[in-house]
């Protein structure tokens, strides 16, 4: 089975741009949730999309959203890029059929974005 | 409010030796745990994961416990290799928990 796949793998934009990244889940999986990975903080959690819905969102501002397509794929978008902005951001898919916090989720490789 | 602390940012071993990495928690409710370890500029990878009614899950050279009473636990290396070195990752989540919380990690060197 292939894993999950994201794209771009990087990313380079201006302050004020937007950003769109697309996350492939492994197949099967109907859930995918999105984390922001900065140096020393962690893997921040953004938001978990289950059957095309948001079913969890973290503490980031309106600014970071996302969706999800019927496939399961999902695109999580930034508009306004700020520098503290610049981070990896990993996708991450589980089956989905309980929720995300009791199941075992498998990541992708990242998108390293750079907001210059 | 960090739920999940890895207090280590860093671990050196040799090689053949034990690797420990610890990781406290503070929510009683949590049940569910998980240990990731994660590459440069890949994503971070499952290891293994342990549920609370068990205090010990083992999988090859990689050992986990758990101490609910403590609300710790640890993932054991033995023996530790140089493609180890890592960024170790604990998680914990459980029934009724909407999302897997993540410590801040753990960077592991094995040095030959």
């Known amino acids: 089975k292939a894993g999950v796949t994201q794209t771009p793998r990087y990313l380079i934009k201006t302050r004020g741009q937007q950003v769109t990244l697309s996350c492939s889940p492994i197949?099967?999986?109907?859930?995918v949730s999105w984390y922001q990975q900065t140096p020393g903080q962690g893997l921040q959690f953004l938001f978990e999309?289950?059957?095309?819905?948001?079913?969890n969102k973290g503490n980031f501002p309106g600014r970071f959203s996302g969706r999800q397509f019927s496939n399961s794929r999902s695109e999580m978008n930034v508009s306004t890029l700020e520098l503290g902005d610049s981070a990896l951001y990993l996708c991450a898919s589980s089956l989905g059929g309980g929720l995300a916090g009791v199941e075992t989720q498998y990541f992708g490789p990242g998108t390293r974005l750079l907001v210059l | 409010d960090q739920q999940v602390k890895q207090n280590s940012p860093s671990l050196s071993v040799q090689e053949g030796r034990i690797s420990i990495l610890n990781c406290d928690y503070t929510n009683s409710m949590f049940d569910y745990f998980l240990w990731y370890k994660k590459y440069p500029a890949e994503g971070p990878t499952f290891l293994i994961s342990?549920?609370?009614?068990?205090d010990k899950n083992e999988d090859g050279r990689f050992t986990v416990f758990l101490n609910k009473s403590a609300k710790h636990l640890s993932l054991h290396i033995v023996p530790s290799q140089p493609g180890d070195s890592a960024v170790y990752f604990c998680a914990a989540g459980g029934t009724g928990f909407q999302k897997l919380v993540f410590g801040t990690g753990t960077r592991l060197l094995v040095s030959p």
């Open positions: 342990i549920s609370s009614i068990k």
């Open positions: 197949s099967g999986h109907r859930s």
């Open positions: 999309y289950f059957s095309e819905t948001q079913r």
